[in-house]
């Protein structure tokens, strides 16, 4: 059965983009939710398929362009310390478009975080990411407080589709799982990770965006989250959270909106996908 639903919706997904008529007739929201089933530890329905990754020529484009972001424009200048939750300090991209071609690496003896140009080819050293990026702040917050990583993504938006994690320990995999924001019925918990959805024709929101829920208060309505490269700006609460957005429990399914607590809405802001852990 799981064979014929996959074929299914790889044959709608196909037809869907070679013949109008046939794509009219189908409703997307049926096929996001035949593909939303067929991944593993999912609560939720509604899960959207997996937006195409850039090309590389995108990608190069973006790069260069990223890099020279970082010379100007800066909401805070580049690597300033915007605060700290757990053992992870959240430092400033200086803008969301600065892209910085260093790396940061833990050392899994002594807890040390080292930036290099390459990669040091040290066994000690794990790879952690791209300074000061969205995702390595996610995955320098995951290693310091609970030993485990996730795979390699091009875009923060990606972490949603990932199914296994790792302990950076012992090497061994585990399974990841999903809630899908808006269906599902587990509400976000300390330590996962919030995955915000791509908007292509938005430079900020190009990659989407990924935050690690610090704090929940389910009788507030309210999450806090610590990350990097949102705005640039110092945190709200420098030694605990970066900001406070709201979280809805509508007839026992959650949604978190990126909306500030006490605000109705928020210009600057976007979709969440979901929250992995």
């Given at each position: 059965?799981l064979l014929k639903r996959?074929?299914?919706?790889?044959?709608?997904?196909?037809?869907?983009?070679?013949?109008?008529?046939?794509?009219?007739?189908?409703?997307?929201?049926?096929?996001?939710?035949?593909?939303?089933?067929?991944?593993?530890?999912t609560d939720g329905y509604?899960?959207?398929?997996?937006?195409?990754?850039?090309?590389?020529?995108?990608?190069?484009?973006?790069?260069?362009?990223?890099?020279?972001?970082?010379?100007?424009?800066?909401?805070?200048?580049?690597?300033?310390?915007?605060?700290?939750?757990?053992?992870?300090?959240?430092?400033?991209?200086?803008?969301?478009?600065?892209?910085?071609?260093?790396?940061?690496?833990?050392?899994?003896?002594?807890?040390?975080?080292?930036?290099?140009?390459?990669?040091?080819?040290?066994?000690?050293?794990?790879y952690i990411g791209l300074?000061?990026?969205?995702?390595?702040?996610?995955?320098?917050?995951?290693?310091?407080?609970?030993?485990?990583?996730?795979?390699?993504?091009?875009?923060?938006?990606?972490?949603?589709?990932?199914?296994?994690?790792?302990?950076?320990?012992?090497?061994?995999?585990?399974?990841?799982?999903?809630?899908?924001?808006?269906?599902?019925?587990?509400?976000?918990?300390?330590?996962?990770?919030?995955?915000?959805?791509?908007?292509?024709?938005?430079?900020?929101?190009?990659?989407?965006?990924?935050?690690?829920?610090?704090?929940?208060?389910?009788?507030?309505?309210?999450?806090?989250?610590?990350?990097?490269?949102?705005?640039?700006?110092?945190?709200?609460?420098?030694?605990?959270?970066?900001?406070?957005?709201?979280?809805?429990?509508?007839?026992?399914?959650?949604?978190?909106?990126?909306?500030?607590?006490?605000?109705?809405?928020?210009?600057?802001?976007?979709?969440?996908?979901?929250?992995?852990?």
């Amino acid at each position: 059965m799981l064979l014929k639903r996959f074929i299914f919706v790889i044959t709608v997904l196909a037809y869907s983009i070679t013949s109008t008529g046939f794509a009219e007739s189908i409703k997307l929201t049926e096929v996001a939710h035949l593909y939303s089933e067929l991944l593993p530890n999912t609560d939720g329905y509604g899960l959207l398929p997996k937006p195409p990754a850039l090309t590389k020529e995108q990608s190069d484009k973006l790069f260069a362009i990223g890099k020279q972001s970082c010379d100007s424009q800066c909401a805070t200048s580049f690597g300033k310390v915007l605060g700290k939750a757990d053992n992870a300090i959240g430092y400033s991209n200086c803008s969301s478009a600065c892209i910085r071609p260093r790396f940061s690496f833990l050392n899994l003896k002594t807890g040390e975080v080292t930036i290099h140009d390459d990669d040091p080819k040290n066994a000690d050293l794990h790879y952690i990411g791209l300074i000061y990026q969205c995702v390595e702040y996610s995955r320098r917050w995951w290693m310091k407080n609970k030993g485990i990583t996730y795979g390699s993504v091009d875009s923060a938006y990606e972490i949603l589709y990932l199914t296994e994690g790792k302990d950076i320990h012992t090497g061994k995999n585990f399974p990841l799982a999903r809630s899908i924001n808006g269906t599902t019925q587990c509400p976000p918990k300390r330590g996962d990770l919030l995955i915000y959805h791509p908007t292509k024709d938005d430079p900020k929101w190009r990659y989407g965006h990924v935050a690690v829920v610090v704090d929940v208060d389910l009788k507030a309505g309210t999450i806090s989250v610590a990350e990097e490269n949102y705005s640039n700006l110092p945190w709200e609460d420098p030694g605990k959270y970066s900001r406070k957005i709201r979280l809805f429990n509508i007839s026992g399914r959650y949604t978190v909106l990126d909306v500030p607590t006490g605000e109705s809405n928020n210009p600057g802001g976007a979709r969440v996908s979901g929250w992995v852990y």
